[in-house]
């Protein structure tokens, strides 16, 4: 039965190449496009052969309206009509190939529709917003299932995608592409398995380092390129076992690809998978020739790349080497690591705090992923409010990597009623630390330490960090001396001359300083 | 369509990501990748193809399973970046 794809790119092909053989309109005509490697055009069929290009104009419109959805993110302002957008696409996409096929079990369909929906929408309400990077991986994983789901229905049922050869085979082309973006998918799917397991601590995060890994992995990717290439090449009665093998080598990489990597370079992965899962998309937009779907996959899969260099950057850390893995796991005794001798350091209350901060003309909060633990976010916008009310100045600072996504630090702020236009990135504030009188850093550590501007042997050097030493007055709030960051160093702004800490847990020594401004 | 003109498609498409995604506003990165999320989804096209078309038992059933999977990503993914995106408020002055 011919897809409409089919009739889509009959017309096309007939529009666009008028040199090509006379049988480029007849949809009866299989045989005419074949030496041309193209695709979909097969098994016509009479009832919808008849060439629509409002359809091919169609799936056009819902990507130039995911392209837009993309677009009003520049702004707060303008984010919620790109959603908008987004919505508008999909349900182009959606009712599109709805209508332009013999749709024998619509209901089935709205079933499965309406059962996603329901589990979607359910989850989305419910989430918490600290929650949003194991949510987000776990959605990934399911981008990554469905297209596994897709390239496998495509192999099993070739003539309803309009991929068939007129031997009755799939065209080579076509299983290279079916075979990638299965591959991608599965691991898109195992990946973002594991990363939903770290990050929502069922498994833990530290990296777990198999002997041999790097072999093992590597042997793994190419028995996936050389299965590819079997299985593109095979007789189409020899392509079961391949296909088989494929998918399961796939399954298996993506789920030894992740082990290996830590907690702290878990916002690089999640990008990662972000980016694969469009890759995937992209894949199987190939295999079905649908421009919404090619237009998309390559939107996701741009934007989970950047968003991964981003992280990378923020992190100073090569895209290789968090790949690579261990991170925090070995050689971590670089830095103070072992030299960690008890050095005086002073320790302030609350009250102390809440007068000096009064004081102050101007303070800059530096919120980090603890800060998320201690639910502390509301807490600290109360502080900023009871602050202004004094004509204190309050500003907000971001670091790329605060919080366990891009961005994510963002969100909890703004669910606390953080104003935006107040809440700034490392390289937009960072030179008025100098002029501010207190940086006030709650829960986080290894992005305000100086080592990683002066110390060459410090697993942590080269990352972008604040400039906090230049702040006349350093609050810092941490649950005890014990703990470090992530990348387990010591941090030298414990110990500065400025430097108070407040040693308790965040959302409670907030709550005291803002009993004691209250006073 | 040939393979070139989809390849066309993809480059071009893959250089209009990379300028946009660099516009977007890093406190934003959170519900970009929500949003990507869920249009990636359209996926579900590929799923929906599957499921209607009566070739094969097996497909059909993967598909409609595909199609599940997507829905739980569209709904989920652009309801929960709706919900994001309502928080970012200015404060009046």
């Known amino acids: 039965m011919l897809s409409n794809f089919s009739g889509i790119f009959m017309a096309l092909q007939a529009c666009a190449d008028i040199t090509n053989d006379g049988g480029a309109c007849d949809p009866g005509n299989p045989n005419s496009h074949f030496a041309l490697g193209m695709r979909a055009l097969e098994a016509a069929d009479p009832a919808h052969g008849a060439v629509n290009p409002w359809v091919a104009l169609a799936y056009l419109i819902a990507g130039v309206c995911f392209i837009l959805a993309l677009r009003g993110l520049s702004h707060p302002t303008t984010s919620r009509a790109g959603n908008r957008y987004g919505m508008v696409g999909m349900l182009i996409a959606v009712v599109t190939t709805l209508v332009t096929h013999d749709v024998a079990n619509i209901v089935e369909i709205g079933i499965a529709i309406l059962l996603g929906g329901i589990i979607g929408f359910t989850i989305a309400r419910r989430i918490a917003m600290t929650a949003m990077p194991e949510l987000v991986a776990a959605f990934h994983s399911l981008v990554g299932l469905a297209a596994v789901l897709v390239g496998w229905a495509a192999y099993l049922n070739p003539g309803a995608f309009g991929i068939l050869e007129a031997s009755g085979d799939i065209s080579a082309v076509s299983r290279i592409e079916m075979g990638l973006g299965i591959a991608i998918g599965a691991i898109t799917f195992s990946g973002s398995v594991i990363a939903f397991a770290k990050l929502s601590g069922k498994m833990s995060g530290s990296p777990i380092l198999l002997p041999g890994r790097h072999v093992i992995n590597l042997g793994t990717l190419a028995a996936i390129i050389v299965l590819t290439g079997l299985f593109a090449t095979a007789a189409a009665s020899g392509t079961m076992p391949l296909i088989v093998a494929l998918t399961i080598a796939a399954f298996i990489i993506g789920f030894l690809l992740i082990i290996p990597i830590g907690g702290a370079d878990m916002p690089v992965v999640v990008s990662m998978l972000n980016s694969y899962s469009g890759w995937a998309a992209a894949a199987m937009g190939f295999t079905l020739g649908n421009t919404a779907m090619i237009i998309t996959g390559a939107l996701v899969g741009s934007s989970g790349a950047i968003l991964s260099y981003i992280m990378c950057r923020a992190m100073n850390r090569s895209f290789l080497s968090v790949i690579a893995g261990g991170f925090g796991a070995d050689d971590s005794a670089g830095g103070g690591g072992e030299a960690r001798e008890q050095r005086p350091y002073k320790q302030g209350s609350a009250e102390d705090a809440a007068f000096m901060l009064k004081q102050a003309e101007k303070v800059i909060v530096i919120p980090g992923y603890g800060m998320a633990v201690a639910q502390a976010q509301h807490a600290l916008r109360e502080m900023g409010d009871l602050l202004e009310e004094q004509g204190v100045e309050v500003k907000y600072a971001i670091h790329p990597v605060a919080g366990r996504m891009p961005g994510h630090m963002n969100v909890l702020l703004a669910e606390a009623n953080v104003s935006y236009d107040k809440v700034f990135e490392l390289e937009d504030i960072n030179s008025e630390f100098a002029q501010c009188d207190v940086a006030f850093i709650i829960g986080a550590n290894d992005v305000v330490n100086p080592a990683a501007k002066t110390d060459k042997s410090s697993p942590i050097y080269g990352m972008p960090v604040f400039d906090v030493d230049k702040a006349k007055q350093v609050f810092f709030i941490k649950r005890s001396m014990g703990g470090v960051g992530y990348a387990g160093v010591d941090n030298d702004v414990f110990y500065m001359d400025q430097t108070m800490m407040l040693l308790s847990d965040a959302k409670k020594m907030v709550e005291e300083i803002n009993k004691a401004l209250g006073d | ?93």
């Open chain 2, 1 to 93: 369509m040939d393979f070139i003109s989809i390849l066309s498609i993809f480059v071009l498409a893959c250089f209009v990501g990379y300028y946009v995604v660099w516009s977007v506003t890093p406190a934003l990165h959170t519900p970009l990748m929500a949003v990507t999320n869920a249009i990636s989804s359209v996926i579900i096209v590929g799923a929906l193809v599957a499921s209607a078309e009566a070739g094969s038992a097996t497909a059909k059933w993967l598909g409609l399973a595909g199609v599940v999977l997507a829905s739980v990503n569209i709904f989920g993914g652009f309801a929960v970046t709706e919900r994001m995106l309502a928080m970012y408020k200015k404060k009046e002055k």
